[in-house]
Each structure stands twice: as structure tokens, then as C-alpha cells.
Nanobody
Framework: QVQLVESGGGLVQPGGSLRLSCAASGSIFRINLMRWLRQAPGKQRELVATVSSGGSTNYADSVKGRFTISRENAGNTVYLQMSSLKPEDTAVYYC???????????????WGQGTQVTVSS
């Protein structure tokens, strides 16, 4: 079994910064894509950013230039550095990853429990 645990959420003023972390643990041989998604009240969950095992990144247009996703492969950890935060960034942020438990196994998708980010003055 694999667990993803997020941390780093909280309350921040508009224009401020936060850094989210997500640590994967358990039966892990390799992690392929790691993602951050978010869900605001009354809205659908949306993809915020992805990072491949090789470090290639992609971002939603709404966060480009403000958010940076990165990963520490040795520690199976993914980060989301968020800057110039806006009230519309308020959401529950979820970590998501494709994990293979063994060298010969398929990749399975896992979710973290989510961490609340609130941007308000």
C-alpha cells in the first residue's frame, strides 16, 4: 500500500506565498507522474501542475508564472511553491501520483487526503 501525505497549507494574505509538500511512503519501486490538483467550493477538481520522473513540468494557465512544482526523487516527495497568491487560489489541494510497487508491476494512481489553502485578507 502507498500513502501520500500533504502538508503546508494554511491561511495567507493575497500576494503571499506558501509551499506545499507531499511525501509518498509504503510499497514504492518507482513513481512516474506526480501531480497537484485543487478543488474550490462548488467547483470541479482541476489539475494545477504535473512533474515527471525526469523533471518535466506542466502548469494550468491560471497558475503559470506563479506556482512551481518540483520533486525530490530520492525522498519520493513533491512540492508546490505558490507565490503571488490570489483569493481565487483558495481550495483544497491534493497530491496525486502514479506508483509502481515492484519492478514488474503496473502503475497505480494514489491520492493524498488534501490540505486547505485559504487566501484572504
Amino acid at each position: 500500500q502507498v500513502q501520500l501525505v500533504e502538508s503546508g497549507g494554511g491561511l495567507v494574505q493575497p500576494g503571499g506565498s506558501l509551499r506545499l509538500s507531499c511525501a509518498a511512503s509504503g510499497s514504492i519501486f518507482r513513481i512516474n507522474l506526480m501531480r497537484w490538483l485543487r478543488q474550490a467550493p462548488g467547483k470541479q477538481r482541476e489539475l494545477v501542475a504535473t512533474v515527471s520522473s525526469g523533471g518535466s513540468t506542466n502548469y494550468a494557465d491560471s497558475v503559470k508564472g506563479r506556482f512551481t512544482i518540483s520533486r525530490e526523487n530520492a525522498g519520493n516527495t513533491v512540492y508546490l511553491q505558490m507565490s503571488s497568491l490570489k483569493p481565487e487560489d483558495t481550495a483544497v489541494y491534493y497530491c496525486n501520483a502514479d506508483v509502481a510497487a515492484f519492478a514488474t508491476s503496473s502503475y497505480y494512481n494514489y491520492w493524498g487526503q488534501g490540505t486547505q489553502v485559504t487566501v484572504s485578507s
